[in-house]
């Protein structure tokens, strides 16, 4: 009988999480336990723990993710992409960062109006680091901004791509499976949130009707219009229930899933470089992948014309909600979850491939040390390649699972040529030269020469052994 897998659950409180692990096979490991596969945690894991990983071992969040999931950081990072890439990332709505670009905003402001105030001009104001739709308001008034509150302002999104007469945004699943290389699925499926009341274009008798402005489902359900539905019909139900009504207005479904994967793509690279740097000076020895992060990406659509739409991005969840109040959402929640484990699951081939590297790493340990600059190089270029054809090993096992689940892999694309113009828009990452900045680093530093220095003293018992046959 085959050993079953371990996964620490310490830090995860979501019920379905955890019957959905055990579902798979999974056996949740005791408080204490260090021999697991899997951590899978609700928030993201303190650097002192994500440092003390294992090569067997792989959570469910990267360092670096909140560059894009708090709202500030998104619109930092999507607005340096703009400067650089104009055509390619007007997906996202002008956003401006108070305090800091509260001068810009003005000027800009006073730009599109002319005066203080004009009834085309509308903004919406959200908290930089909020959720579920708390403190999220519309004007046109520059008076009701304050310029010093830690805010993110927006272009209020024109022409909203209606269904049944009312705005709605979807919650798209993305998960990433590495961040260098890149690898990226989209979950063919997700939610549909619709508001509860019919859509009229910001007036000011109605810029205070979150019903009618605010797609957030906290915000909806206590509507006296919300209705439950069946994952087909209601207040929310699934993307591809939303998608069907689209097909029959005429809209092409699978243009529309292209706009969606080429945001995310987008989107992942505007922040990859920075996220790669971080993974690596963390994990500097992993061969096998040490994370992965499900994302849920907001998005609504934008009507060009009849039978034409622009996904337009408005924002990047960490961690999006897995709980579930009716039997459909569980049941999406639910595939959702199991399709994630089947693909991250390390399994018997890849198992089998890490005890391979471990035999490995007991002969370069056991080996005389090289002594020539040369040896050096060459020693380093062979690791390299070595690295490279595990990672396209772990790929190529990702990918046949996937096929297997709802996912779908959107990068690197099928086409060479196109994945080689999306890498053609990263922007290289310079370490910041601040005193915060330093200070993290050599924080990292410290923490991951305390953990090689437990390491060495691992390795010398190691050393110690015969080698696995």
């Not at 579920?132 to 004007?139: E, V």
């Not at 699978?254 to 505007?270: G, R």
């Amino acid at each position: 009988m085959p050993k079953k897998i371990k996964i620490n659950l310490d830090l995860c409180h979501h019920e379905i999480v955890q019957n959905t692990a055990a579902e798979v096979g999974f056996v949740k490991t005791e408080t204490e336990d260090e021999d697991f596969k899997l951590i899978w945690s609700d928030r993201t894991l303190p650097l002192e723990r994500v440092i003390t990983l294992r090569p067997h071992q792989r959570c469910n969040h990267f360092i670096g993710t909140p560059e894009i999931a708090r709202k500030d950081n998104l619109g930092k990072n999507l607005a340096r992409m703009l400067k650089a890439h104009p055509k390619e990332y007007d997906f996202f709505p002008r956003t401006w960062t108070l305090p800091g670009d509260f001068s810009a905003f003005r000027a800009e402001f006073d730009a599109i109006t002319g005066k203080p105030l004009e009834k085309n001009a509308t903004f919406i104001v959200k908290p930089e680091a909020s959720s579920q739709g708390k403190g999220i308001f519309l004007t046109r008034n520059l008076d009701d901004i304050d310029p010093m509150g830690r805010i993110i302002v927006q272009d209020y999104i024109s022409k909203p791509l209606l269904m049944e007469n009312k705005k709605v945004d979807l919650r798209i699943y993305v998960l990433v499976t590495s961040c260098d290389p890149l690898r990226i699925y989209l979950y063919k499926d997700g939610l549909a949130r619709f508001c509860t009341s019919d859509y009229v274009a910001p007036q000011a008798s109605n810029m205070k009707d979150a019903f009618v402005h605010l797609t957030n489902y906290s915000i909806n359900k206590a509507s006296e219009n919300f209705v439950e539905g069946s994952g087909t019909d209601g207040s929310k139900r699934s993307v591809n229930a939303a998608f069907d009504l689209l097909a029959a207005d005429g809209y092409d479904v699978d243009e529309i899933w292209k706009e969606i994967a080429d945001v995310v793509i987008k989107t992942m690279l505007a922040v990859q470089p920075k996220q790669a740097h971080l993974y690596n000076t963390c994990f500097p020895n992993h061969v096998a992948p040490a994370c992965f992060e499900l994302l849920g990406f907001d998005v609504m659509l934008k009507r060009v014309k009849q039978g034409v739409a622009k996904a337009m991005l408005i924002e990047v969840n960490l961690s999006p909600s897995l709980n579930s109040d009716t039997p459909w959402d569980r049941i999406i929640k639910r595939q959702l979850l199991m399709d994630i484990f089947n693909i991250v699951n390390p399994g018997s081939a890849l198992k089998k491939a890490l005890a391979a590297e471990k035999a490995k790493g007991f002969q370069r340990l056991t080996a005389p040390k090289s002594k020539s600059d040369s040896d050096r190089v060459l020693e380093r270029q062979e690791q390299e390649d070595h690295h490279r054809k595990f990672n396209e090993f772990v790929e190529q096992l990702e990918d046949k699972r996937a096929k297997k689940t709802n996912f779908v892999k959107i990068f690197p694309c099928s086409d060479p040529a196109q994945t080689a113009t999306y890498e053609g828009l990263r922007l290289p990452y310079e370490v910041p030269a601040t005193v915060a900045s330093k200070g993290r680093h050599d924080s990292i530093q410290k923490q991951l020469e305390e953990q090689q220095r437990k390491d060495e003293l691992s390795k010398a018992k190691f050393k110690s052994r015969p080698a696995p046959k």
